[in-house]
Structures are given as structure tokens and as C-alpha cells.
């Protein structure tokens, strides 16, 4: 029982899911068709029932009328020795009129009117022998003649006395009705659910409406700038429950479309203001690490403790001039500036690169992986050099030595971009870390070597930067293999 119970329940939550995956206007119209045909079902029903009964109300009366005037004929009938043929036909008794007399368990006499007589042999004289008087008239059907509306009546002589009316003009009439109506419902349904699909368009109308601005919005780039957002849905009817839905939509619009404006804002003055203070702390921090390498220069014995500290200043000052360069080139970036438009050597790009670092990280094992044609890529060459400057320098700077990487180039793929990739045999960035691994200030330290100075804003220049190309970049890391794909347009 409690697997039929699980079943059902089964077959009632996967019927609901599919109707829940109908549209909505086919709903509606379904609904709409569905109590129809139950309305129809039940007109139909009680119609036929009705006229089935007043039709048999009619054939009783006229059995009643008919059986006392044709029981009488039939008895003397027989009482005078006449056969059947003498009273198949008698005057006043309408066409079909069954009459038989039943005397002894026998049915000593039988005929139709306008039908002729009955064989002795046949199977409804058996049928007819066998009824016992009876108050109200009843149906039977009778072998070989059909159903009849039949009456019986004690006869004067201890006989019964059998009247019968067919059943046939009432069965005709019944089923000529019911065809009527099926040709008449089935017409119905036809016409409503043509008038309710154009009904429920037009109402529905502003809901596509609402569905297609929806859809403008969802392609608008929403993540930063100035956003313009769509037209105003149209409202033709406030008061309907569709008009409050598009009045709702309208003001999420506005209220969106506020909430952007002022991100917007700030966002620009916070750009505004990283790129001026970057711009202006640009020359008091090389000031400062001159000044420190001037004294270190000009005063050869200073003592330990502060050589040491001018030392540290120098290297601080350092870190921190990277540290303004990379949020100046940020909030250019972001700022939309544009960037140089070149043809670009990928491959020419990726020697130079490794190149470089091989000469500032000597502890890792740097190799290359280039076609043997040049890769060209339309952008600004300085640009892509700082980016894959960048993913060396974070190889170098968070694997340990004897780490092996690799730097391949590949040309023109299926999806018309070609690939750029940084892959290394290190200890893997944690996966908590990954999904944010491009975000600004995010560091990698606690699952690869620490290293001081780290900021973080490297692997963000090389996201800002290859999203200005209209290009791509993911990684991919577990312990052993860490993978960083740039993907530029051909």
C-alpha cells in the first residue's frame, strides 16, 4: 500500500510539474475549454435525462389509455375463437401497439398492430408468459420484436391481459437530441477556445510587454557606467491585476534606474579620486625612496640599525610606488580609456616575456610552447606585455624553486579566439580562493608561499586589461597543475 501511495504521489507531483510548465495563456484557455466541457457534459446530461423521462411519462399515458381499450378487444378475441391475424389491426390503436392475452401460463393470443401476427414458435410469447400483473408500466425488452413500454392487467376470466407500446420513438428521439447537442457543444468549444486564445492574447498583451523589456534590461551591461534603461512599460488598464503588474515593473525600473545612477556616482568619484591621489603620490614616494638611497650613498658609516632602516624605507617606498602604478593603471582602465590598437606577435610577446623573467626569478625552470607560425592579435602591445608580465610574476612569486613553467601560445580555435596560457606544476591556489582569485586585493598567500609585498592587484590589472582587449581569462587549479587562459579575439 505504501509503495501505490508513493507512486501516486509520484504521478501527482510529475502531472503538476508539467502543468506548471505550460504557459500561461494555454492555461488559462485550457481552464477555460475544460469547464465548458463540464458545463456542456452536464447541460447535455440533464437534457437527455429530462426529455428521456418525459418522453416515457407520455408513453406511459398513452399505455394506459391504449391498454384499457386494447386488454378488452383481446379478451373477447379469444373468447370467441378468433386467431391472432383478427386483432393484429384495431381501430384507435396506433401503429406498434403489442396485445396479448395469457390464460393457463400461455399465451393464448399475440399481435402488433400494423405489424401482423406472431409465430406460435417465437421466443416473445415465452417471454410474455412468464409477467405478473403490475401497477405502474415498465420496460421490457421482448425476443425478436425489440423494447416495449408494457402494462399488464388481471383479465375477467383469471387471465392476464398484456399492452405494450415500442420504445423506439422515445430511443430515436433521445439520441437525435444528444446528437444535436455533441454537434452543437463540440461547435461551442471549437469557437470558444478560438475566442478565448485571441481574448487572453490581447489581455495578456501587456505582459509580453513586461517580458520583453525584462529582456532589454538582462542585456544591458548593468556593471558598471552610466546606465539607460529601457522605456516605460505601457499601462492601458491601472485597475486590472496585468496593469498593477506593469505598474509594479515600472516603478522597479525607476527604482533600479536610480539605484544605478548613484552607483554610478560614486563609482566615478571614487575613480576620480584613485586616479588623482595615485597621480599625486606618485612623486613623493620616489622622492622618498631617493632621499633614502641618497643617504645610504652619501653616508658610508652609519651604523647598522640605520642603514637597516634606510634600507627598509628604500624597499617600502618601492612596493608602494608599484602599489600607486598599479591603481593609476586601474582607474584608467576603468575609467574606459582607450588603449593603443596594434597588430600584436603573441608569440614574439611570450619570448620577451619569458625572457625577462628569467632573468629576475632564476629559481623556476620557465619554458615555451609556440606554434611555428606567428599568433597576430589586433591591441595595445604594452598592455598585453604588463598582463603576462604579471601572471609570470605571480608564478615566480608564489611557487617555490625548481617549479616548472610553461608558457604556450595557440592559434585560432573553433570559437575564432586564440589562447594564451600560463601553466605551472606548484602547490595550487586554494579552492575557497579560486572563485575570487581576479577580484582586487585578493591574495593567495595562505595556500602558496607568503611572500611580503604582495598587494594583490596583479591577476585584477590582467582581468581589466584583457577585458579591454574584448577578451577572456579563467583559471584552473589543483595541487601539482595551475592553469591561467587568456583568450583574445583573432
Same mark, same amino acid.
Given at each position: 500500500m505504501s509503495g501505490a501511495g508513493s507512486w501516486l504521489a509520484h504521478r501527482r507531483s510529475a502531472a503538476a510539474a508539467r502543468f506548471e510548465r505550460v504557459g500561461l495563456r494555454t492555461r488559462i484557455v485550457a481552464v477555460l475549454v475544460a469547464l465548458l466541457l463540464m458545463a456542456c457534459a452536464v447541460v447535455a446530461l440533464v437534457s437527455v435525462v429530462a426529455l428521456r423521462r418525459f418522453l416515457f411519462d407520455r408513453l406511459d399515458q398513452q399505455l394506459a389509455a391504449a391498454g384499457a381499450r386494447y386488454a378488452v378487444s383481446l379478451e373477447h378475441a379469444a373468447d370467441h375463437d378468433r386467431d391472432d391475424s383478427q386483432f393484429a389491426s384495431?381501430?384507435?390503436?396506433?401503429?406498434?401497439?403489442?396485445?396479448?392475452?395469457?390464460?393457463?401460463?400461455?399465451?393464448?393470443?399475440?399481435?402488433?398492430?400494423?405489424?401482423?401476427?406472431?409465430?406460435?414458435s417465437s421466443p416473445a410469447r415465452t417471454a410474455l408468459a412468464d409477467l405478473t400483473p403490475t401497477r405502474r408500466p415498465h420496460s421490457l425488452t421482448v425476443p425478436s420484436l425489440g423494447e416495449y413500454r408494457v402494462m399488464v392487467t388481471p383479465g375477467q376470466d383469471n387471465d392476464l391481459l398484456i399492452t405494450g407500446l415500442p420504445e423506439r420513438s422515445v430511443d430515436d428521439t433521445v439520441h437525435r437530441l444528444a446528437g444535436i447537442e455533441a454537434v452543437v457543444f463540440a461547435g461551442a468549444l471549437v469557437l470558444t477556445a478560438a475566442a478565448g486564445v485571441l481574448c487572453v492574447r490581447l489581455?495578456?498583451?501587456?505582459?509580453?510587454?513586461?517580458?520583453?523589456?525584462?529582456?532589454?534590461?538582462?542585456?544591458?551591461?548593468?556593471?558598471?557606467?552610466?546606465?539607460?534603461? =529601457? $522605456?516605460? *512599460?505601457?499601462? !492601458?488598464?491601472? #485597475?486590472?491585476?496585468?496593469? @498593477?503588474?506593469?505598474?509594479?515593473?515600472?516603478?522597479?525600473?525607476?527604482?533600479v534606474e536610480s539605484a544605478l545612477t548613484q552607483r554610478h556616482i560614486s563609482e566615478d568619484r571614487l575613480r576620480h579620486f584613485v586616479a588623482d591621489a595615485s597621480h599625486e603620490l606618485r612623486t613623493p614616494v620616489a622622492v622618498i625612496g631617493s632621499h633614502a638611497e641618497f643617504a645610504l650613498r652619501s653616508s658610508p658609516g652609519l651604523p647598522e640599525e640605520a642603514e637597516r632602516a634606510l634600507t627598509r624605507i628604500g624597499a617600502e617606498a618601492?612596493?608602494?610606488?608599484?602599489?600607486?602604478?598599479?591603481?593609476?593603471?586601474?582607474?584608467?582602465?576603468?575609467?574606459?580609456?582607450?588603449?593603443?590598437?596594434?597588430?600584436?606577435?603573441?608569440?614574439?610577446?611570450?619570448?620577451?616575456?619569458?625572457?625577462d623573467a628569467r632573468v629576475t626569478a632564476d629559481g623556476q625552470r620557465w619554458q615555451l610552447d609556440l606554434? =611555428? $607560425?606567428? *599568433?597576430?592579435? !589586433?591591441?595595445? #602591445?604594452?598592455?598585453?606585455? @604588463?598582463?603576462l608580465a604579471n601572471l609570470l610574476i605571480n608564478a615566480s612569486t608564489h611557487t617555490p624553486a625548481g617549479t616548472t613553467v610553461v608558457v604556450s601560445v595557440r592559434?585560432?580555435?573553433?570559437?575564432?579566439?586564440?589562447?594564451?596560457?600560463?601553466?605551472?606544476d606548484g602547490p595550487g591556489i586554494p579552492a575557497e580562493v579560486l572563485p575570487h582569485v581576479f577580484e582586487r586585493f585578493v591574495r593567495a598567500d595562505a595556500g602558496r608561499s607568503p611572500v611580503a609585498g604582495n598587494a594583490g592587484l596583479g591577476l585584477s590589472i590582467v582581468d581589466a586589461i584583457v577585458r579591454a582587449h574584448g577578451g577572456s581569462v579563467g583559471a584552473t587549479s589543483v595541487p601539482g597543475q595551475t592553469e591561467f587562459t587568456i583568450r583574445l579575439p583573432a
Open positions: 384495431v381501430i384507435g390503436q396506433p401503429a406498434g401497439t403489442l396485445g396479448a392475452r395469457v390464460a393457463g401460463g400461455k399465451v393464448t393470443a399475440l399481435g402488433i398492430v400494423g405489424g401482423g401476427t406472431v409465430s406460435t489581455s495578456l498583451r501587456p505582459l509580453r510587454r513586461v517580458a520583453g523589456t525584462a529582456l532589454q534590461v538582462s542585456e544591458l551591461p548593468l556593471g558598471s557606467g552610466a546606465v539607460s534603461l =529601457p $522605456e516605460r *512599460v505601457p499601462n !492601458p488598464a491601472p #485597475g486590472t491585476e496585468v496593469g @498593477q503588474v506593469a505598474e509594479a515593473f515600472n516603478r522597479m525600473l525607476e527604482h618601492a612596493r608602494m610606488g608599484h602599489l600607486v602604478d598599479d591603481l593609476l593603471m586601474l582607474a584608467r582602465l576603468d575609467a574606459g580609456r582607450p588603449l593603443g590598437r596594434g597588430e600584436i606577435d603573441l608569440t614574439r610577446l611570450a619570448i620577451d616575456a619569458v625572457s606554434p =611555428p $607560425e606567428p *599568433v597576430l592579435v !589586433p591591441g595595445d #602591445g604594452n598592455a598585453l606585455h @604588463q598582463a592559434g585560432v580555435g573553433a570559437d575564432g579566439t586564440v589562447q594564451l596560457q600560463v601553466r605551472d
